[in-house]
């Protein structure tokens, strides 16, 4: 009795041992990262003389005395990319709906590509533009939501630099821009993908515009667009210049829980005290609050892994 086997031809058996290799080296890859920020960060952890978690002293001039805890660093870090998502996350969707769905194709095209185009201007561009240009202007309404809504924490006024310049909110309307183009790009995408025969039996039905988009287009696509918004967050978390540039330092030295107040990011720290990494034992201190971004940085895309699982489940 024989048997049928599937042949397998040589160029499928090489494709697969590639792509596993290379998914394998990227986890390895990935993993090893890590490795290297532990090891190089236990040091600096154990000559730590405040609670590197709950401190928020940051002194780490003298090897022999280095005092760093992370607690402003992951507020002002969360803060200013929670605001950039407020603003981005309804703006690119407006802007990936409109293309998608009422735009003509020939004025869709072109400003899809002005759109994209806003990746490629450089972080220091942005960061110019927020302190120099945008911040003057957003000075009168954080006044206004500070006058009005201040009985709020996080509306609240804190060690504010004159005017309300150089605060989280404008660091955040900066990053909301910053986002724009990768959380509409992605989600763009994910909107043309859905069904014809979805969309059209809904208007043989008698479905507005409108109803079109709220009962086939925005259920099919809202993993794909709470995806695109994660790694938004991702890239907000990480952003470093422009953040380095707007941002001021608190008078008190401590961020004082309010969008209206600076401070420095884990970003924007590692950035601006570069000189002290001729000392492996400061500089470990960097790597600690580096290892904890990298952590951040996992658990925001394990979250966002997980709502999309639920969102296609449903």
Request: glycine share 10%.
């Amino acid at each position: 009795m024989t048997r049928d086997r599937t042949k397998v031809r040589p160029g499928d058996r090489i494709f697969k041992n590639l792509s596993t290799g290379a998914g394998v080296f990227v986890v390895a890859l990935i993993g090893l990262i890590g490795l290297f920020l532990l090891v190089q960060a236990i040091p600096a952890l154990k000559a730590d003389n405040v609670n590197f978690l709950t401190s928020r002293a940051w002194s780490t001039g003298d090897p022999g005395n280095l005092q760093f805890g992370i607690l402003d660093l992951l507020l002002v870090t969360v803060y200013s990319s929670l605001v950039s998502l407020v603003f981005a996350m309804p703006i690119s969707l407006g802007i990936a709906l409109f293309l998608t769905q009422y735009a003509p194709r020939r004025l869709a095209r072109p400003f899809a590509y002005v759109i994209d185009l806003l990746a490629a201007v450089p972080s220091i561009i942005f960061g110019l533009w927020g302190i120099l240009v945008l911040a003057p202007v957003l000075a009168p309404v954080s006044q206004w939501i500070n006058r009005t809504l201040g009985w709020i924490p996080v509306f609240g006024q804190g060690n504010v630099y004159p005017n309300f310049t150089g605060t989280i909110f404008t660091a955040g309307v900066v990053l909301a821009v910053m986002l724009l183009p990768i959380i509409t790009s992605l989600s763009r995408e994910v909107f043309e993908r859905t069904p014809t025969t979805h969309i059209e039996g809904a208007l043989a039905l008698g479905a507005t515009r409108w109803e079109v988009i709220r009962t086939t287009v925005l259920p099919f696509g809202k993993a794909g667009y709470i995806g695109a918004s994660m790694l938004g967050l991702g890239r907000a978390l990480g952003e470093t210049i422009a953040v380095t540039v707007i941002l001021f330092i608190p008078r008190g030295g401590h961020f004082d829980w309010t969008i209206f107040d600076g401070g420095a990011t884990f970003a924007s720290q590692i950035a601006t005290n570069a000189s002290e990494f001729n000392n492996p034992t400061s500089a470990g201190a960097y790597i600690a609050s580096g290892l904890v971004l990298f952590v951040l940085t996992f658990a925001v895309n394990f979250g966002a892994r997980a709502i999309i699982g639920d969102k296609k489940g449903d």
